[in-house]
Structure formats: structure tokens, C-alpha cells
């Protein structure tokens, strides 16, 4: 079960949460690919930490009109009316404070959560997770590193693969037969 306590566990102090991916049109409007599945961050009215291109610097942002598109939302934020307004914004950074993350339901994790913790396939281990890696084609997975180097291997992130995972001990029980 995932507490308040747990779920920060080893969370950075931001979290990515979307990219300015494009000025559209010629209000100001900004298409933001969301890397996050709570669409309500990017509401009208909503407050969000922006930080520009190749800046390490965030700033506190108020989103002024918000709508959905079918390549993600279109936001436009307080302040900025035109497109030349819009344009110091493109491949702006998006970000949460980490202390605003959600519970997640049990079973569910965070990237972050995951990332570090030593994997065993029984009493022997496999390595550490250096990612949990999306794909568009699978399921997810987790990216391990040997303990004594080499490549990286990969391990489905399935009920299947996966018999038990513990954030607080930082420690992943693999089913045999996944370790190749």
C-alpha cells in the first residue's frame, strides 16, 4: 500500500509534467505534450512552474484559457495575447512540485519510485533499475544494470514478470525465467 510518506520516496523536488511543443495560431496560444495522464493540470485557471528552454530558473505561470485538441492541449497563459508574445515559450519546460503528487492507487508507482531499486530474481541479484521505460508498441519495462556492467537487460513491467515490488526496502522479486 502506497502512503503520503512513500509516494515522495525518492521523488526530485519538480516533476516533469509537460512541453511547450508549439505556438499555435496568433493568440498566444501554446500545444503542450502532456507527460503527465492528469489532463486537469493544464485547466484554465490552473497555476503550473514554467521554466524556458536551456533554463534551470522556473517561474510560477496562471494558464488563462485551456482546450483539448487532438494532439493534446492548447493552453494559453496569463499575459501573453499574441504569437510573437508566445514565442520565447516554445520548448518551455512544465512542472509540479513533487510534494503535489497524488496517491496512486496500490500496485501503481511513479517512475521515480522505481528507478534505483535492486532487482532479485530469488536470493540472487539481478542489478539495479536505472528507468522504467515506456513503449508504443509493448508494455512497459524496466531497464537493469548488471552489477558487473555489459548491457543493460530488460524485463517486462507485468504481473507476470513482476511478484513483488517494495519501495520502502528499494527492491524488486522477478519471476524465474525473465532473467536471460
Not at 57 to 65: A, D, H, Q, S
Not at 66 to 87: F, H, K, N, T, Y
Request: glycine share 10%.
Amino acid at each position: 500500500m502506497t502512503d503520503a510518506g512513500s509516494v515522495n520516496q525518492g521523488a526530485p523536488e519538480w516533476i516533469l509534467v509537460g512541453l511547450v511543443k508549439r505556438i499555435h495560431g496568433n493568440d498566444g496560444e501554446m500545444l503542450i505534450r502532456l507527460l503527465t495522464e492528469r489532463e486537469e493540470r493544464f485547466a484554465a485557471g490552473s497555476e503550473i512552474f514554467l521554466a524556458l528552454k536551456r533554463e534551470e530558473e522556473k517561474r510560477l505561470v496562471r494558464i488563462e484559457t485551456s482546450r483539448m485538441s487532438d494532439r493534446g492541449p492548447l493552453i494559453r497563459l496569463e499575459g501573453v495575447g499574441s504569437r510573437e508574445e508566445a514565442q520565447p515559450y516554445f520548448g518551455a519546460s512544465l512542472f509540479i512540485p513533487a510534494a503535489e503528487l497524488a496517491t496512486l492507487e496500490e500496485g501503481s508507482y511513479y517512475a521515480f519510485q522505481i528507478e534505483g531499486c535492486e532487482v532479485y530474481e530469488g536470493d540472487a541479484l539481478v542489478g539495479t533499475v536505472t528507468r522504467l521505460a515506456e513503449s508504443a508498441k509493448a508494455n512497459p519495462y524496466l531497464e537493469i544494470e548488471l552489477p558487473g556492467g555489459g548491457n543493460p537487460i530488460l524485463i517486462p513491467f507485468i504481473s507476470q514478470a513482476i511478484l513483488s515490488v517494495d519501495i520502502e526496502a528499494r527492491r524488486i522479486d522477478v519471476a524465474p525465467g525473465f532473467v536471460v
